[in-house]
């Protein structure tokens, strides 16, 4: 009989869905254990369902989902009891300071403390441009988490990805569904933001070969990202205007880009961000997010490594580009 892993994917959102299908579906098991993957959060069994219905993954390998919340660390310990691998996913785009503080930054800690009681290694998401300086919520919660991350497991790898693309991702989707109510597409201050966007698919495939090495190679292995930085961009670099160009090409639409200023996106936000979440919702910190580039550091901080390096050291298939995939699903 081989030995079970077991891997907990914490936050079943868009990421979370592709790397528990991902770990399940690497060659059959992780090295000689039979692995199994549990998905977490508030509300896990949406995510659960589809894994079994639309990927047809057996419940063998896929355990029953466990509500957890992130900032209960009751809710945690029973959840992550004998893992041997922990995915920290969970993040939000939309709240108040406070609300990015209890989840992302104390939130993070809590998962990190919970892994480390259960002896297991953590793998904790991040974002490009994390930095503890930073005035802006959702960046210094995420620059602060990743100091306390390593405090609290030095061994942990934290994965810093770029904008993220995949089917059900929120952002060309979201583009693709505004292109058909509105008779243009905005930017903010020229649209001149840079952005590496990376498929969801290579970071799952990331995951998967992090999480089948551990505990089975030694510390002087090249492949061992333990305490590193993987700063997860795609093979291209793209303006945010760019990035409207491959909407309306992949969706066959014609509408103009039309460049509004930032305050006029911080007039816009400071309105939206006071209702509910929808369509047009955008926030002044996500505005004020689109003056920095979102692409990887170049040169690379010591510690840190790029994912095209990462990954090459499993193997030798390259990373999908935004024009392969992104027509293939949206509309
Ligand atoms: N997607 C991107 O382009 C991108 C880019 C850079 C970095 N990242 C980072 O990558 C990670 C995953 O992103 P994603 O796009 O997969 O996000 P996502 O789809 O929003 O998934 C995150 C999940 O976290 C869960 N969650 C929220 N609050 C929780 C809490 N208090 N306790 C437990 N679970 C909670 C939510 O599920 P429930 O409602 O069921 O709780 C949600 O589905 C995040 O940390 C994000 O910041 C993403």
Redesign the pocket.
Known sequence: MPAIRKVVV?????????IAKAVISSPKSIGDSDVQVQV?????R??WESLVAEEKLSTHSLLPPV??????PA?LDPALQHAEIVI??????HGSPQDFE???LK??ENVARAAKTAGAKLIH????GADPSSNIP?VRT?GLAEQSIFAISPDAII???????GP????FNRFARLSKILPFLPVFGGGTSLFQ??Y?GDIARLVSHLSCNVGRINTTSSCDFSGKVIE?GGPGVFSYKQLMQIILEATGRRRPIISLPFFMGMIQGAVLEKLPVNLFTVTRAQVAQLKDD?IVSCPMPPNHVSLEDALSRFSSAPLHAVREIVPTYIH
Request: hydrophobic content about 40%; glycine content about 8%.
């Open positions: 914490c936050g079943a959102g868009f990421l979370g869905r592709h977490s959060s508030r509300r896990p949406k995510v509500p957890i919340d992130i900032t209960d809710t920290s996913l969970v993040g939000i785009m209890n989840v992302q939130g993070a998401f991040s974002a490009i959702y995420k994965i810093r990805p770029s904008l993220v693309f059900e991702d929120d952002f966007p990376v969801v997860a979102n």
